[in-house]
């Protein structure tokens, strides 16, 4: 079983900053892409940013220049520098990972609340 477990959400007034981390745990052999979705009410979940074990990245138009996600392999995590946040950032944010452990499968944390307001 693979867990990820996010935390570094939180409360944040706009021009802020946040940064989030996600850990995955359990039986794994290997980790590909890494990233992050985020779902605000009464939206659909949406890709905000991803990172391939290699370091590339692909970041959702909104966050560009202002989001940078990173990833530690050999710890599994992957993080979400968000810097000039506006309030339409408020939403809660979910890391994935896909992983092998016995075949490729895609896992998600339990999701953490960002919220940008004054």
């Known amino acids: 079983q693979v867990q990820l477990v996010e935390s570094g959400g939180g409360l944040v007034q706009p021009g802020g900053s946040l940064r989030l981390s996600c850990a995955a745990s359990?039986?794994?052999?290997?980790?590909?892409?890494m990233g992050w979705y985020r779902q605000a009410p009464g939206k659909q979940r949406e890709l905000v940013a991803r990172i391939t074990p290699g370091g590339s990245t692909l970041y959702a138009d909104s966050v560009k220049g202002r989001f940078t996600t990173s990833r530690d392999n050999a710890k599994n995590t992957v993080y979400l520098q968000m810097n000039s946040l506006k309030p339409e950032d408020t939403a809660v944010y979910y890391c994935?990972?896909?992983?092998?452990?016995?075949?490729?499968?895609?896992?998600w944390g339990q999701g953490t609340q960002v919220t940008v307001s004054s």
């Open positions: 994935y990972a896909r992983v092998f452990t016995t075949t490729w499968s895609s896992y």
């Open positions: 359990g039986s794994i052999i290997s980790t590909d892409a």
